[in-house]
Protein backbone atom coordinates (compact mmCIF):
# COMPACT_ATOMS: atom_id res chain seq x y z
CA UNK A 1 0.00 0.00 0.00
CA UNK A 2 1.21 3.15 -0.96
CA UNK A 3 1.99 6.62 1.64
CA UNK A 4 -1.38 7.88 0.71
CA UNK A 5 -3.01 4.84 1.06
CA UNK A 6 -1.14 4.50 4.48
CA UNK A 7 -2.56 8.29 5.18
CA UNK A 8 -5.95 7.17 4.79
CA UNK A 9 -8.55 9.69 3.47
CA UNK A 10 -7.95 12.46 5.47
CA UNK A 11 -3.99 12.88 4.41
CA UNK A 12 -4.90 12.31 0.63
CA UNK A 13 -7.62 15.48 1.45
CA UNK A 14 -4.71 17.58 3.17
CA UNK A 15 -2.39 16.82 0.31
CA UNK A 16 -4.50 17.67 -2.58
CA UNK A 17 -6.23 20.83 -0.36
CA UNK A 18 -3.08 22.02 0.89
CA UNK A 19 -4.98 22.35 4.62
CA UNK A 20 -3.55 21.05 7.74
CA UNK A 21 -5.23 17.56 8.65
CA UNK A 22 -7.37 17.40 11.56
CA UNK A 23 -4.58 16.18 14.46
CA UNK A 24 -1.52 17.36 12.95
CA UNK A 25 0.97 19.54 15.45
CA UNK A 26 2.89 21.81 13.95
CA UNK A 27 4.49 23.00 17.53
CA UNK A 28 7.71 21.00 18.03
CA UNK A 29 8.32 21.94 14.09
CA UNK A 30 7.98 25.67 14.94
CA UNK A 31 10.08 25.33 18.35
CA UNK A 32 12.98 23.82 15.93
CA UNK A 33 12.61 26.37 13.22
CA UNK A 34 12.85 28.75 16.63
CA UNK A 35 16.51 27.86 17.88
CA UNK A 36 17.81 27.33 14.30
CA UNK A 37 16.57 30.88 13.47
CA UNK A 38 18.51 32.50 16.37
CA UNK A 39 21.62 30.55 15.79
CA UNK A 40 21.67 31.85 11.97
CA UNK A 41 24.49 35.31 11.77
CA UNK A 42 23.08 38.69 11.12
CA UNK A 43 23.27 39.11 7.31
CA UNK A 44 26.55 41.23 6.86
CA UNK A 45 27.14 44.14 4.23
CA UNK A 46 29.51 43.61 1.38
CA UNK A 47 32.93 45.28 1.92
CA UNK A 48 33.57 48.54 0.65
CA UNK A 49 29.86 49.71 0.49
CA UNK A 50 28.75 52.42 2.42
CA UNK A 51 25.82 52.44 5.18
CA UNK A 52 23.65 55.06 4.49
CA UNK A 53 22.08 56.58 7.61
CA UNK A 54 18.69 55.80 8.35
CA UNK A 55 16.12 59.07 8.84
CA UNK A 56 14.99 60.11 12.24
CA UNK A 57 11.71 59.25 12.76
CA UNK A 58 9.59 62.30 13.77
CA UNK A 59 9.37 61.52 17.53
CA UNK A 60 13.05 61.24 17.49
CA UNK A 61 13.29 65.09 15.73
CA UNK A 62 11.28 65.97 18.14
CA UNK A 63 13.07 64.89 20.71
CA UNK A 64 16.43 66.77 19.82
CA UNK A 65 14.64 70.07 18.95
CA UNK A 66 13.41 69.96 22.25
CA UNK A 67 16.88 69.23 23.83
CA UNK A 68 17.99 72.03 21.70
CA UNK A 69 15.42 74.45 23.39
CA UNK A 70 15.61 73.61 26.64
CA UNK A 71 19.85 73.68 26.18
CA UNK A 72 19.21 76.99 25.13
CA UNK A 73 16.54 78.01 27.98
CA UNK A 74 19.19 77.03 30.39
CA UNK A 75 21.67 79.03 29.03
CA UNK A 76 20.02 82.32 29.22
CA UNK A 77 18.85 81.30 32.84
CA UNK A 78 22.28 80.57 34.21
CA UNK A 79 23.34 84.38 32.48
CA UNK A 80 20.50 86.25 33.86
CA UNK A 81 21.64 84.73 37.16
CA UNK A 82 24.93 85.30 37.36
CA UNK A 83 24.15 88.79 36.08
CA UNK A 84 22.05 89.29 38.77
CA UNK A 85 24.53 88.07 41.30
CA UNK A 86 27.46 90.26 40.23
CA UNK A 87 24.71 93.34 40.29
CA UNK A 88 24.38 92.43 43.93
CA UNK A 89 27.64 92.33 44.86
CA UNK A 90 29.53 95.42 46.17
CA UNK A 91 31.70 96.81 44.03
CA UNK A 92 34.88 99.37 44.62
CA UNK A 93 34.15 102.80 44.09
CA UNK A 94 35.43 104.35 40.55
CA UNK A 95 38.70 106.30 41.20
CA UNK A 96 37.99 110.01 40.48
CA UNK A 97 40.64 112.27 38.91
CA UNK A 98 40.89 114.05 41.61
CA UNK A 99 43.37 116.67 41.48
CA UNK A 100 46.16 117.05 44.54
CA UNK A 101 45.59 118.12 47.48
CA UNK A 102 49.33 120.65 47.03
CA UNK A 103 47.82 122.95 44.21
CA UNK A 104 49.75 122.49 40.92
CA UNK A 105 51.68 124.80 39.14
CA UNK A 106 51.00 128.24 37.89
CA UNK A 107 49.94 128.40 34.60
CA UNK A 108 51.39 131.70 32.54
CA UNK A 109 49.26 134.29 33.41
CA UNK A 110 47.90 136.71 30.80
CA UNK A 111 49.57 139.79 31.78
CA UNK A 112 53.18 141.02 32.11
CA UNK A 113 53.78 142.19 35.83
CA UNK A 114 55.61 145.53 36.12
CA UNK A 115 59.08 145.27 36.47
CA UNK A 116 59.22 147.02 40.08
CA UNK A 117 57.43 144.30 41.50
CA UNK A 118 57.49 140.76 41.84
CA UNK A 119 55.21 138.16 39.50
CA UNK A 120 52.12 137.15 41.94
CA UNK A 121 51.69 134.20 39.18
CA UNK A 122 54.99 132.74 40.03
CA UNK A 123 54.52 132.50 43.54
CA UNK A 124 55.24 129.25 45.79
CA UNK A 125 52.41 126.98 46.04
CA UNK A 126 52.73 125.93 49.13
CA UNK A 127 53.86 129.13 50.86
CA UNK A 128 50.76 130.41 53.28
CA UNK A 129 51.45 134.81 52.24
CA UNK A 130 51.91 136.58 49.08
CA UNK A 131 54.86 137.91 47.97
CA UNK A 132 54.68 141.63 48.60
CA UNK A 133 52.90 143.46 46.76
CA UNK A 134 54.56 146.81 46.52
CA UNK A 135 56.85 148.67 48.44
CA UNK A 136 53.96 151.41 48.89
CA UNK A 137 51.37 149.29 50.08
CA UNK A 138 52.63 149.09 53.46
CA UNK A 139 51.63 145.40 53.58
CA UNK A 140 54.32 143.27 55.45
CA UNK A 141 55.75 140.55 53.77
CA UNK A 142 56.13 137.73 56.42
CA UNK A 143 52.98 136.85 56.91
CA UNK A 144 49.19 137.93 56.47
CA UNK A 145 48.60 141.11 58.36
CA UNK A 146 44.61 140.85 57.84
CA UNK A 147 41.54 138.79 56.83
CA UNK A 148 42.26 140.12 53.00
CA UNK A 149 45.77 139.18 53.04
CA UNK A 150 44.58 135.46 54.16
CA UNK A 151 41.81 135.35 51.66
CA UNK A 152 44.46 136.44 48.70
CA UNK A 153 47.17 134.34 49.75
CA UNK A 154 44.98 131.20 50.46
CA UNK A 155 43.28 132.16 46.51
CA UNK A 156 46.61 131.89 45.42
CA UNK A 157 47.30 128.86 46.32
CA UNK A 158 44.10 127.07 44.35
CA UNK A 159 45.94 127.83 40.75
CA UNK A 160 45.98 125.75 38.50
CA UNK A 161 42.29 124.14 39.82
CA UNK A 162 40.66 123.34 36.80
CA UNK A 163 37.58 124.87 35.96
CA UNK A 164 34.22 123.55 36.69
CA UNK A 165 30.63 124.48 35.53
CA UNK A 166 28.65 125.13 38.92
CA UNK A 167 31.84 123.42 40.87
CA UNK A 168 33.01 124.79 44.28
CA UNK A 169 35.62 122.74 45.79
CA UNK A 170 39.23 121.83 44.61
CA UNK A 171 38.73 118.54 44.05
CA UNK A 172 36.32 118.24 40.88
CA UNK A 173 36.76 122.40 40.02
CA UNK A 174 35.12 125.81 40.37
CA UNK A 175 33.39 127.96 38.20
CA UNK A 176 34.05 131.47 39.00
CA UNK A 177 31.53 132.41 42.04
CA UNK A 178 32.15 128.86 43.11
CA UNK A 179 35.95 130.00 43.56
CA UNK A 180 34.89 132.90 45.58
CA UNK A 181 32.46 131.37 47.45
CA UNK A 182 35.42 128.75 48.53
CA UNK A 183 38.15 131.38 49.25
CA UNK A 184 35.61 133.66 51.58
CA UNK A 185 34.11 130.68 53.44
CA UNK A 186 37.27 129.84 54.76
CA UNK A 187 37.31 132.92 56.30
CA UNK A 188 33.99 132.71 57.20
CA UNK A 189 32.70 135.50 54.89
CA UNK A 190 29.82 134.03 53.50
CA UNK A 191 28.80 135.05 49.48
CA UNK A 192 26.62 133.79 47.16
CA UNK A 193 27.40 131.06 44.13
CA UNK A 194 25.75 133.27 41.80
CA UNK A 195 27.33 136.00 39.77
CA UNK A 196 24.46 137.52 39.06
CA UNK A 197 24.04 138.17 43.02
CA UNK A 198 27.80 138.86 43.30
CA UNK A 199 26.49 142.40 42.10
CA UNK A 200 24.66 142.91 45.46
CA UNK A 201 27.04 141.54 47.55
CA UNK A 202 28.70 143.67 50.15
CA UNK A 203 28.97 147.77 48.85
CA UNK A 204 30.44 148.79 45.89
CA UNK A 205 33.62 151.30 46.26
CA UNK A 206 35.19 153.29 43.20
CA UNK A 207 37.71 151.36 40.53
CA UNK A 208 40.43 153.43 42.22
CA UNK A 209 39.71 152.34 45.34
CA UNK A 210 40.48 148.67 44.42
CA UNK A 211 42.54 146.67 46.95
CA UNK A 212 43.30 143.04 47.68
CA UNK A 213 40.24 141.05 48.72
CA UNK A 214 37.63 143.08 46.87
CA UNK A 215 35.36 141.08 44.28
CA UNK A 216 35.44 142.46 40.37
CA UNK A 217 32.24 141.67 38.67
CA UNK A 218 32.37 141.42 34.79
CA UNK A 219 29.61 141.51 32.35
CA UNK A 220 28.82 138.02 30.05
CA UNK A 221 30.89 137.14 27.17
CA UNK A 222 28.69 138.34 24.80
CA UNK A 223 29.24 141.80 23.05
CA UNK A 224 25.89 142.79 23.96
CA UNK A 225 25.41 141.68 27.37
CA UNK A 226 24.97 144.16 30.17
CA UNK A 227 24.32 141.71 33.12
CA UNK A 228 27.04 140.07 35.62
CA UNK A 229 28.65 136.63 34.29
CA UNK A 230 31.84 136.64 35.57
CA UNK A 231 34.10 137.47 39.09
CA UNK A 232 37.27 137.79 40.53
CA UNK A 233 39.09 138.29 43.51
CA UNK A 234 41.43 141.63 43.76
CA UNK A 235 45.05 141.19 44.29
CA UNK A 236 46.25 144.30 43.10
CA UNK A 237 47.02 147.19 45.41
CA UNK A 238 44.59 150.42 45.01
CA UNK A 239 45.87 152.61 42.43
CA UNK A 240 47.85 150.07 40.40
CA UNK A 241 46.17 148.09 37.32
CA UNK A 242 43.68 145.72 38.74
CA UNK A 243 44.90 142.37 38.75
CA UNK A 244 42.61 139.38 39.93
CA UNK A 245 42.62 135.56 40.81
CA UNK A 246 39.95 133.69 38.94
CA UNK A 247 38.10 130.59 37.67
CA UNK A 248 38.04 131.05 33.76
CA UNK A 249 36.11 129.12 31.45
CA UNK A 250 38.33 130.39 28.34
CA UNK A 251 39.63 127.61 26.09
CA UNK A 252 43.21 128.89 26.25
CA UNK A 253 44.55 128.16 29.60
CA UNK A 254 41.01 127.89 31.45
CA UNK A 255 40.69 126.73 35.63
CA UNK A 256 42.38 129.28 38.02
CA UNK A 257 44.79 132.15 37.01
CA UNK A 258 45.57 135.27 37.35
CA UNK A 259 44.15 138.10 34.98
CA UNK A 260 44.86 141.60 34.60
CA UNK A 261 41.62 144.54 33.29
CA UNK A 262 43.51 146.93 31.48
CA UNK A 263 44.73 146.25 28.48
CA UNK A 264 42.45 142.85 27.99
CA UNK A 265 39.01 142.02 26.96
CA UNK A 266 37.75 142.99 30.39
CA UNK A 267 38.18 146.12 29.99
CA UNK A 268 35.03 146.68 28.19
CA UNK A 269 33.37 144.23 30.32
CA UNK A 270 33.85 145.68 33.60
CA UNK A 271 31.19 146.61 35.73
CA UNK A 272 31.81 147.06 39.54
CA UNK A 273 34.10 146.48 42.33
CA UNK A 274 32.62 145.30 45.65
CA UNK A 275 33.59 145.49 49.30
CA UNK A 276 32.59 142.26 51.51
CA UNK A 277 35.16 142.73 54.24
Known amino acids: MGEEDKAGPEGR ?12 NY ?29 LSKPQTLIQAMRYVWSVFLLVIVLLVGRAVWV ?84 IGFDCSGFIMYVFARYSVPTPHSTAMLIDAGRPVPRASARPGDIVVFTGTAATSTTPGHAGIIISNA ?3 IRFVHSSSARRESGVKISQVEGSGYEQRFMQVRRVL
Not at 30 to 54: D, F, I, V
Not at 143 to 157: G, H, M, N, Q
Open 88 to 171: RLPHPAPVRDAVAASPTPARPTAYTPAATEPAVGKLPLNSASPSPLHPSSGLRAAAPSSKADSIVAFALRQLGTPYLYAGATPS
Open 13 to 24: LGQRTGKTPKGC
Open 239 to 241: GEP
Open 27 to 55: LPIMRHLYRCGSALPEPTQPAGTRTTPQP
